[in-house]
């Protein structure tokens, strides 16, 4: 399946007030100035009030496949069905077969796993968990379209002649600040287990949780950044999400862009 990756730009952060609560402290021009020209978007959701700051909307509302941001749920469901117990756990064995990222040639832990974004570790996970259990909780949660009928193990990846499992930025960061608040139904053995294996960055001004998603072309050329993820500051929890597409874009990308906008606004 081919993604667009030619799209108008007009830059403007768009604000919805969910509830009463102070103006969301993300100006438009420092979130501008991170994408610096890069097509795509960003959502970011106060998690007490409910505030929902926007950049570029009609990207936000766009369903992509979430790419390797799905190990974040993939995992969820892993430790609610009793897959795995620990971060610290041996989570991957290594088969043997030489991968292109060095770092997935051998045996891992959760923790470990998680953080070199292993493809195959979570594919296991995803077929230890099964079609059946997987769908159930994708329905529970709504998950994006919650399409899982390209198979098991690669429903959330993108690849030519495949449909993969869409799901939008803003239902991304909607979907973190619910689980964030306790109103998804993961017990919160599991929540602390992800926090820990999420955990991103530590700055005198906040703690930075998150994971990367990469996604290519039919030609298997790079063309899709994502990071999902939150932010503790302050006494508050920021839930965001950030899209991008275009030639060589990566979840690295999406990453620095979200890191330079919190850094700027004092979140991180």
């Known amino acids: 399946m081919k993604y667009v990756l030619i799209f108008m730009f007009t830059a403007f952060m768009n604000t919805v007030t969910l509830a009463n609560s102070e103006v969301f402290p993300v100006p438009e021009n420092s979130v501008e100035a991170a994408f610096d020209g890069r097509n795509g978007t960003f959502v970011i959701i106060d998690c007490l009030s409910q505030t929902v700051s926007t950049f570029h909307p009609e990207l ?62 979570f594919q296991n996970l995803a077929r230890k968990i099964g079609p059946e259990k997987m769908q159930l909780w994708l329905d529970k949660i709504k998950y994006g379209d919650c399409n899982t009928s390209s198979g098991i193990d690669v429903f959330w990846l993108p690849e030519k002649g495949r449909k993969p499992l869409l799901i939008s930025p803003a239902g991304q960061a909607e979907l973190i600040c619910k689980l964030v608040n306790g109103k998804l139904p993961f017990s919160e053995k599991s929540r602390a287990a992800l926090k820990e294996i999420m955990a991103v960055k530590m700055t005198a001004n906040g703690a930075f949780y998150g994971k990367t998603g990469t996604g290519d072309d039919d030609s298997g050329k790079f063309n899709l950044g994502w990071f999902a993820g939150y932010v503790e500051s302050n006494g508050k929890t920021y839930a965001f999400a950030c899209a991008i597409k275009g030639k060589g874009l990566m979840g690295m990308d999406a990453r620095r862009i979200v890191e330079t906008i919190l850094e700027k606004n004092g979140l991180l």
């Open 60 to 121: 936000a509302a766009e369903r992509l496949p979430p790419c390797s941001t799905f190990k974040i749920w993939n995992t969820l469901i892993g430790f609610e069905s009793g897959i795995i117990s620990s971060p610290d756990e041996v989570f991957y064995k290594w088969s043997g077969k030489i991968y292109s990222r060095p770092e997935w040639n051998k045996d891992m832990t959760l923790k470990e796993a998680f953080r070199v974004s292993c493809v195959p570790a």
